[in-house]
């Protein structure tokens, strides 16, 4: 059905005559009477009836205008929404990492509190490959994700991705163990560069992700620069159960350098090559415009 038509049955419905009808919008009689003969043969019934030197909606005709106002009044809605110019409203369904949403995404929920009341957020934790698939079944409006820049992402041209920020890793270990050259109770010290540091722990058991295969990526690839091949015991997702790994002397593995540790864990800086962990904010291709998912995007740009 043309929503024309169904505007002019609505009208019609309001006014109660097909000259009030064309005087309203600018018409005139006869293009009235003929859009709603066709809208009467789109739908299979007869819409309208002769009234003395009038006409009136049949039983049919009401049923249809009633309707019609329900139609039109959620097109217009719709129109709203997706007007770039509007105010916007409604909830952004996101999936990302947690520290992605805990460093990007809560930093803006005062602001959107005190100036968006209107948008929502709604958030699920999920590692890259979990959230690119709610992505692409679309569960999910904003996927926060990550890559390495030793372990990179292939490109998706169904998807758009803003950077947002980098940050490096370290090699955690345990701060107060002996292991390859480093004295018992002493901190451990940077080397050179990163193939040096993990040679000195080529003989260690190591502790990788458990629901993502970058940083196993990372740590092999360095690894290799090094000559030898990390003996990868345990698996974990939470960073705090990393250092609690680490602090029982089960392993070492890959921890964030801009974030504090806890005591027992040392921080070893990787140079050369550096281990940079890249965050993005993705979302499938032409739906950015939508007025609450832009302005999500971007406060996370602005504020990242």
Do not use: C, K
Not at 198 to 203: A, W
């Amino acid at each position: 059905m043309d929503l024309r038509r169904l505007r002019l049955l609505r009208e019609l419905a309001r006014l109660g005559s097909m000259r009030q009808v064309a005087d309203e919008l600018h018409v005139t009689t006869s293009t009235v009477s003929q859009q709603l003969a066709v809208l009467a043969r789109e739908v299979g019934t007869e819409l309208v009836e002769p009234h003395g030197r009038r006409v009136r909606l049949t039983p049919a005709g009401r049923r249809l205008a009633d309707h019609a106002v329900t139609i039109l009044a959620a097109v217009d809605a719709a129109r709203l929404d997706l007007d770039p110019r509007a105010e916007p409203a409604g909830t952004v369904r996101v999936a990302g990492f947690a520290t992605a949403v805990r460093r990007s995404l809560l930093p803006l929920t005062a602001r959107l509190a005190a100036h968006h009341p209107r948008v929502r957020l709604r958030i699920d934790e999920h590692e890259p490959a979990e959230a690119y698939a709610a992505l692409a079944a679309d569960d999910v409006d904003l996927a926060l994700t990550y890559d390495y820049n030793l372990a990179p992402l292939a490109p998706d041209p169904t998807l758009d991705a803003t950077p947002l920020w980098s940050a490096a890793w370290h090699l955690g270990v345990p701060s107060g163990a002996a292991a390859d050259g480093v004295p018992s109770g002493a901190a451990p010290t940077p080397a050179a560069d990163a193939p040096a540091v993990f040679d000195r722990f080529r003989d260690a058991d190591w502790i990788v992700n458990s629901r993502n295969t970058a940083d196993e990526v990372v740590v092999r690839t360095i690894a290799s620069m090094a000559g030898f091949e990390p003996r990868i015991v345990h698996r974990a997702d939470s960073l705090d159960l990393v250092q609690d790994l680490i602090v029982a002397g089960l392993g070492v593995g890959l921890l964030p350098g801009d974030q504090p540790t806890v005591t027992g864990v040392g921080l070893l800086p990787l140079t050369a090559p550096q281990a940079l962990l890249r965050a993005y904010a993705v979302t499938r291709r032409g739906r950015a415009a939508w007025p609450p998912l832009a302005l999500i995007l971007d406060l996370l740009a602005t504020h990242p």
